[in-house]
């Protein structure tokens, strides 16, 4: 019989490219993922990786088996969601932390999805940046339940305790005052906005320092004329031509007018998002919210990206 957990597992080797990020992303070590995929195709008889020193290839069957692992795995929570309302009809309480930009613009969307009228959740939220948050999840911490995110290799440390769940990306964005002239459809190399008015994080914090790190790759040099780590007031800045800053997508879903949104090739940064669950408060209901949570992020990137 296929172990669940090796589905999982598939999904994020399939979609990651390699046993190391996938098993970065699960919390497992990359000698547990690859024993998982071994014991996989053992169960299914079928080969689903090419394996090389530096990644691996999924196979026509692993595409095949990863387009039907995410149904069953849904199947599988709602089966398990289900037999517990039967056996207690009681909601069950979830103290959750998250973070703003997720509460502004996920969240809401999730309290007005038909979906979340049938998980059975009765919700306590506490909006706060990750630092904050995680503490809350220590032991005799007040929460059961948090959405982080984390900027390239910087992060916090997890608790022991707690099962880590990756739910999806959030992508920076160039952001330039309309004033400057340039188009959103503009090619723009990142020299080309070096000596130019910056918007920045305030130094020493972990997310300005990838930032720096990432441009001083690209010789991105930035004037800097003011240090801000409130989005949208970087926004409204950049929108009066103070200028130029680094933005999630999410905070985009409600730019001012006056901005103009730039793909820069040589800048890719990301906001990893994650969920972090106290182990023992882990229920098919709180993974179905999860679930809700991933779905409800990637149709958002999905209409960002498209518009």
């Not at 339940?145 to 305790?161: E, R």
């Not at 320092?209 to 409204?236: K, Q, T, Y």
């Not at 999410?250 to 006056?258: H, Y």
Request: aromatic content about 6%; hydrophobic content about 50%.
């Amino acid at each position: 019989m296929v172990n669940p957990v090796h589905l999982k597992t598939l999904l994020e080797v399939t979609r990651l490219g390699s046993f190391a990020a996938a098993a970065a992303t699960l919390g497992y070590t990359a000698s547990a993922v690859s024993q998982q995929m071994s014991a996989l195709e053992r169960d299914t008889g079928v080969v689903l990786f090419q394996r090389s020193a530096r990644s691996v290839v999924p196979t026509e069957a692993a595409i095949v088996m990863t387009r039907h692992a995410a149904k069953v795995l849904t199947d599988i929570e709602a089966l398990m969601a289900s037999a517990a309302r039967t056996q207690d009809s009681a909601n069950q309480e979830l103290r959750l932390g998250i973070f703003p930009s997720l509460a502004t613009y996920v969240l809401p969307r999730i309290l007005k999805n038909p979906a979340w009228k049938n998980l059975g959740i009765d919700l306590r939220v506490s909006v706060a940046e990750p630092g904050q948050t995680i503490q809350g999840l220590r032991t005799g911490g007040e929460l059961d339940l948090a959405v982080v995110f984390q900027v390239g290799q910087t992060g916090f440390a997890w608790p022991n305790t707690i099962n880590r769940q990756w739910i999806g990306d959030d992508d920076f964005r160039v952001v330039l005052p309309a004033g400057w002239g340039f188009r959103s459809d503009a090619k723009v190399a990142a020299d080309h906005l070096s000596d130019m008015p910056w918007i920045m994080h305030h130094p020493g914090t972990s997310d300005a320092m990838v930032i720096e790190r990432l441009f001083a790759g690209c010789n991105l040099h930035p004037r800097v004329v003011a240090h801000s780590d409130d989005f949208h007031a970087s926004l409204e800045m950049a929108a009066a031509g103070l200028g130029a800053a680094l933005v999630p997508e999410l905070a985009l879903r409600n730019k001012p007018a006056g901005v103009v949104v730039l793909d820069v090739p040589e800048i890719r940064l990301a906001r990893n998002v994650f969920a972090l669950i106290i182990n023992d408060r882990k229920t098919a209901r709180v993974q179905l919210f999860v679930d809700l949570l991933a779905e409800t992020l990637a149709g958002m990137r999905t209409s960002v990206n498209s518009a």
